[in-house]
């Protein structure tokens, strides 16, 4: 069994920059694939990116790409989103998943989900 605490999302203005962190509690955070995924009001849970057990691959929704970098440091158990160039299209409430399975937290079935953190981007 595996928790996850997502932090750092506030009010941001347009442009500028943030940091997501994930801790994991419980199971080996090493064995995981981890992602990041988010939900604007009225619509649904979107992919932005997966990052492999030891971080080895990573993919990125196209609307993030060249500007979110997913990183993970497994001895600390901490999973991370950096968000640079942010817009206001990337307001949402952003989840950390887990699962032992690449392709399971690629297609949004990961085992593990933590309860959110909400960014907003004001333009």
């Known amino acids: 069994q595996v928790q996850l605490a997502e932090s750092g999302g506030r009010l941001v203005q347009a442009g500028g920059s943030l940091r997501l962190s994930c801790v994991a509690h419980g199971g080996t955070f090493s064995s995981y694939a981890m992602g990041w995924f988010r939900q604007a009001p009225g619509k649904e849970r979107e992919y932005v990116a997966v990052?492999?057990?030891?971080?080895?691959?990573?993919w990125y929704a196209d609307s993030v790409k060249g500007r979110f970098t997913i990183s993970r440091d497994n001895a600390e158990n901490m999973l991370y989103l950096q968000m640079n160039s942010l817009k206001p299209e990337d307001t949402a409430v952003y989840y950390c998943?887990?699962?032992?399975?690449?392709?399971?937290?690629?297609?949004?079935?990961?085992?593990?989900w933590g309860q959110g953190t909400q960014v907003t981007v004001s333009s």
């Open positions: 990052i492999s057990w030891n971080g080895g691959n990573t």
């Open positions: 998943a887990a699962d032992q399975l690449t392709n399971r937290v690629l297609q949004e079935r990961a085992a593990y």
